[in-house]
């Protein structure tokens, strides 16, 4: 391993999930920043302690590949709260294309938390790179998964729509009461 190694996949996967998290609350986790931390103090060790290339480039993979391992668990961790913030809107999700929308989307939802489960095992296996897989797969279904079922138009479409059938039905039970009243105080 090189330190070009190790600044190759921090421009090819650290750097993109760390903006990606940065971009969501326009701040990265401490956590995060402490594994930059170590890895480029790693990296200085080369130059000013003359430490060995390889074991300090090893190091400081190593420390970005924790980073983004703790980076795909808040990336996943967003994306359940995001879920969440759906499915708890007062839109009927059900009426969205032609009612495969909340099928398709409970299901796409369950493959990524099947896949992050996997991933998880993996971890805690110490198989670090079936995870690091298991994660990069996660993190694209969650992208997919965005794209396809956060679309704003369709959610305001169907809170719209629900918002006028739960108005149409409110009116159309006050109505029946009403004439449900006049008709039981003419027979009696």
Known sequence: MTEKDVFQFYNDYVKILYSEIEARNNTLPVELLFEIHSAFDHLKRIYIDKDDLETCSQKAYSHLKRGLLDAFKLKLKYFNDDCNKLLCK??????????????DLLRDKKVIF????????????????KAFEYWCETSGLINTFEDKYFDSEKIKWAEKQSFFHFGANFLLGIITGIIGSIIVSFIF
């Open 90 to 103: 007062k839109a009927d999700l059900r009426i969205i294309d032609s009612g495969t929308y909340l099928i």
């Open 114 to 129: 099947d896949k992050a489960k996997s991933a998880r095992l993996n971890e805690s296996q110490k198989d670090i790179d």
